[in-house]
């Protein structure tokens, strides 16, 4: 079991990008599946990109065509590139490890807002 780190939230204009960073405590080498969620205020939370261990990808149509997910096995990192960001896009972001889920981050705050 891994534990994992969240970094690069913060307040973006709308349009603007972020890239979110996850890092592993450990190797994520033979981890079968990883992924954000986010939970906006008063909302449930909200499967937003997964990746599995051989490279396999899927979005929720919300973020399709705009973010991208990716991980870097040697540096034990996943990514969330979030491109043109709309204020709907405001949450907390939690990525986590395995399926069943079994390391959550400590979630980075994405807020967008002019």
């Known amino acids: 079991q891994v534990q994992l780190v969240e970094s690069g939230g913060g307040l973006v204009q709308p349009g603007g990008s972020l890239r979110l960073s996850c890092a592993a405590s450990g190797s994520i080498f033979s981890v079968v599946v990883m992924g954000w969620y986010r939970q906006a205020p008063g909302k449930q939370r909200e499967l937003v990109a997964d990746?599995?261990?051989?490279?396999?990808?899927r979005y929720a149509d919300s973020v399709k065509g705009r973010f991208t997910i990716s991980r870097d096995v040697a540096a034990n990192t996943l990514y969330l590139q979030m491109n043109s960001l709309k204020p709907e896009d405001t949450a907390v972001y939690y990525c986590?490890?395995?399926?069943?889920?079994?390391?959550w981050g400590q979630g980075t705050q994405v807020t967008v807002s002019s």
């Open positions: 986590y490890a395995g399926w069943p889920v079994s390391s």
């Open positions: 990746i599995t261990s051989g490279g396999s990808t």
